[in-house]
């Protein structure tokens, strides 16, 4: 199969072998990019902009062109700084929708980037809707009027103009790569990345000098909305299962306010948004007798939500967009604005023979996500978006403290992180021959941790059918076909494993059962969102034994090996999630997390949750609140 | 919600392949040698159409599933320059055809 790999610079590549199931390549460059959606695609266009020479890799899991959030387009962008008002007002009301639980550093540096961002996004190509003067049309004081349909395109070509950036499609990556500095509280510096060819089966080991990660946030770890056939209907992309999360912890990366859930009020079945109708065409929330009830529970975003979920529980569901009477010009415009974002919805309308000018919009509440780009869920960054491990950096939903980013916000904390990481890179090289001699004694200790990891794939593979030990048989041809050269092959990897025995369940089950245990008793749908603190523990053991059972799944090729991490990371973000929602005492957000133990919210508890893992369990922090005019800086 | 593919028109080029965000295509080998394009299991779409968009043979045909109200009306686009030609069919032969332009933006 051949493959996307456009603009491939293979200077200073490490041994490049063959393309193949089970060989291993390794790529040496000064960023490594995980993750080329939207703040990876345009975190690698500054950088090569602020610097050409950078070596600058790429590593997306599946194509830039239409990976991530944006594959189907979106309909607005919703963070944009209106005239007459400041980056402070931004900063402020993002503040208050999350109740005071948010960074005020983050959110302030994230709105002064906004307007910039935009206007380079249309400079790229995004078409946004002008007024008579020629001037941005707004909708409300924060959102613009665009065609998004393209907008991963736009920001993918983009990506691909640097001169030294080499994209690397269909590489999931699984774990990074670390040094310890001396003593018991030496720096931890991260160094790499390894991962594999989800086509391809070849097996990846990259250096970088610096990673900015940029994964995205996490779906399905509830049951979703609609469970049966069309399971991945739903509104986060499916396929950002949490890996950046997942690996930050392995490494021991802290993490904010993962308890702080979102949980999107989205249109029945399609789970397609509801903005464009909202705010468009400003259609209220009614309920099955018609009347208006948003105002009753407030306007905050969790505040809608649980209005929705009130009204329902009540018998006054179920709840709508009031649509009906609006113009068929009106309505045709929706089908448009919908085939830009969400064509599912527009198909519903079609196939129905019912637009929205004769039926109102049924509107429901999604499973819950953790997701950095609505709520304030990721890593726990400084306002350079600097983890806590030297050298690596988080943006977009993968990044905490800065609620509604959005598009926008995603692509300001890319470039903030960008620039940031040219910086530290030109400080490194100053820093000059020690590093490098450290560098050099860290090698043999980094080819062992990429080495552990690749014996992880293999033992999967080695369950599965392309295996020797399992089927008696030669592995599948395709399978073998990597060069003699190569340091591993999947023929060694195909050798029985330790252990290793006919595998019990496949991912299928093992997923379901983990949204299942969610769903019941961690506040998902089915709860309508609440849980108790002996619910929470019931949570924390079964996922704790799923886990080990995810370890002996077994891999046929390298698609199913990716869906078997996507399993692993999302029983690992479940696990912190829990730790989370146990460890914050109180109902600050509805819905979000609505802990029935504690149904009011408590000035105590003004303050973040954040974790870490160690030694296999979630380390409880808090940490006192950023306010806005204040700064935070890692005190290591 | 997903998507069916008519191997008939299937040129096995394989753009839908690389463009899927959740790497849920493939290309088979038929027995005549030709490749088509299969999907691995049809419960993983998210519905984004990136691959209808990316097909130059309108083989990807785009359906609700019943658990979302679906009766069997399939989706095809076309696309010319910045003009997109969305036409649904319905299964007792109506059909609808929307016509979006990437050069205009969303007045809602
Ligand atoms: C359906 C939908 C509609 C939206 N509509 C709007 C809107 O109208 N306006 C607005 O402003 N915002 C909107 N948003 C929000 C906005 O799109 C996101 O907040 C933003 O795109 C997040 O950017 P990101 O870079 O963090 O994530 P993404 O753009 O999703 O990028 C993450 C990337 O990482 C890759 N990846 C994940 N795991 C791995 C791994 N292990 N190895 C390698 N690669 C990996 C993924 O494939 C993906 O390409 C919408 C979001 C969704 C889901
Ligand atoms: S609609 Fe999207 S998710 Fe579904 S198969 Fe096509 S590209 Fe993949
Ligand atoms: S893009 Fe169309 S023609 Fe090409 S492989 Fe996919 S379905 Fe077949």
């Keep these: 199969m051949k493959k996307n790999q456009e603009n491939a610079c293979r200077r200073g590549d490490g041994d490049i072998a063959a393309p193949g199931a089970g060989s291993a390549k390794r790529i040496d460059c000064d960023v490594l990019i995980i993750g080329g959606g939207t703040a990876g695609c345009y975190g690698a266009k500054i950088l090569s902009e602020r610097n050409p020479e950078l070596k600058i890799v790429i590593a997306e899991k599946a194509d830039i062109k239409r990976s991530g959030c944006l594959a189907a387009g979106v309909n607005a962008l919703n963070a944009y700084i209106t005239e007459g008002h400041r980056p402070e007002d931004y900063a402020s009301y993002a503040m208050k929708d999350a109740a005071g639980i948010a960074r005020g550093d983050l959110l302030l540096t994230m709105s002064r980037e906004l307007n910039d961002v935009t206007e380079d996004l249309e400079k790229l190509g995004l078409v946004i809707l002008k007024d008579e003067n020629g001037k941005y049309a707004t909708r409300g004081w924060r959102n613009l009027k665009i065609n998004g349909e393209n907008i991963k395109p736009i920001l993918a070509a983009a990506a691909k103009r640097g001169k030294n950036t080499r994209i690397l499609n269909h590489i999931n990556i699984t774990r990074l790569l670390w040094t310890d500095g001396a003593g018991p509280s030496g720096t931890r510096r991260i160094a790499g990345a390894a991962g594999f060819d989800v086509l391809e089966g070849t097996f990846y080991d990259f250096r970088a000098r610096a990673v900015l990660m940029a994964t995205g946030g996490a779906s399905g770890l509830y049951r979703p909305n609609n469970p049966g056939f069309s399971r991945h209907k739903m509104w986060y992309s499916p396929f950002n299962t949490g890996a950046g999360y997942a690996m930050g912890l392995e490494a021991g990366a802290e993490m904010t306010t993962l308890e702080m859930r979102f949980i999107a009020l989205r249109c029945k079945d399609t789970i397609a948004p509801t903005g464009t109708i909202a705010q468009g065409v400003n259609a209220r929330q009614i309920n099955s007798r018609g009347e208006v009830y948003e105002d009753r529970y407030g306007l905050a975003t969790s505040q809608r939500l649980y209005g929705t979920v009130e009204e329902n529980a009540a018998g006054r569901g179920p709840c709508y967009l009031k649509t009906a009477g609006i113009t068929p010009e009106t309505r045709d415009d929706l089908y448009r604005a919908y085939l830009n974002m969400a064509p599912s919805q527009t198909l519903k309308w079609l196939e129905d023979r019912v637009g929205p000018d004769e039926a109102n919009v049924e509107i429901e509440g999604t499973e819950p996500y953790v997701v950095g780009g609505h709520t304030a869920s990721g890593y726990w960054v400084d306002s350079k978006r600097a983890t806590t491990i030297r050298g690596l950096y988080a943006a977009g939903d993968v990044a905490g403290g800065a609620p509604q980013k959005y598009v926008t916000g995603a692509l300001a904390e890319a470039k903030i992180a960008a620039l940031a990481i040219s910086e530290y890179l030109e400080k490194q090289r100053n820093a000059g021959e020690r590093e490098t001699a450290e560098t050099n004694r860290a090698d043999e200790e980094l080819r062992h941790q990429a080495d552990a990891e690749f014996a992880v794939y293999r033992r999967h593979l080695s369950l599965g059918a392309g295996s020797a030990s399992k089927t008696g048989a030669e592995p599948a041809a395709d399978l073998n076909a990597c060069a003699s050269e190569d340091r591993e092959t999947l023929s060694a990897a195909s050798a029985p494993a330790d252990g290793a025995r006919t595998p019990f369940f496949d991912v299928q089950m093992l997923e379901e059962a983990m949204q299942k245990y969610m769903d019941q008793y961690a506040g998902g749908i089915g709860s309508n969102y609440r849980y108790s603190q002996a619910g929470l523990q019931t949570a924390k053991s079964r996922i704790g034994s799923l886990m080990p059972l995810a370890e002996d799944l077994a891999a046929d090729d390298a698609y199913q090996l990716m869906e078997i991490f996507q399993l692993k990371e999302r029983l690992k973000v479940c696990l912190a999630l829990i730790a989370h929602l146990e460890a914050r005492r109180e109902t600050r957000w509805r819905s979000f997390a609505e802990n029935a133990d504690y149904p009011n919210a408590s000035d105590n508890w003004l303050k973040y949750v954040n974790s870490r893992y160690e030694n296999g369990r979630i380390k409880i922090i808090c940490r006192p609140i950023v306010r806005a005019g204040e700064n935070y800086e890692h005190q290591n | ?108």
């Design chain 2, 1 to 108: 919600m997903s998507i069916r593919i008519d191997r008939s028109r299937c040129s096995g080029c394989g753009a839908c392949v690389r463009v899927c965000p959740g790497n849920l295509l493939k290309l088979e080998t038929e027995s005549s040698g030709e490749k088509k394009c299969a999907v691995r299991d049809c419960r993983d779409c998210w519905g984004c159409c990136s691959c209808l968009k990316e097909c130059r043979s309108q083989a990807i045909g785009f359906f609700l599933g019943a658990d979302m109200g679906g009766r069997g009306a399939v989706m095809t686009v076309e696309r010319h320059q910045s003009i997109s030609r969305w036409k649904v069919v319905r299964p007792d032969g109506t059909m609808e055809v929307i016509e979006t332009d990437a050069r205009s933006a969303n007045r809602y």
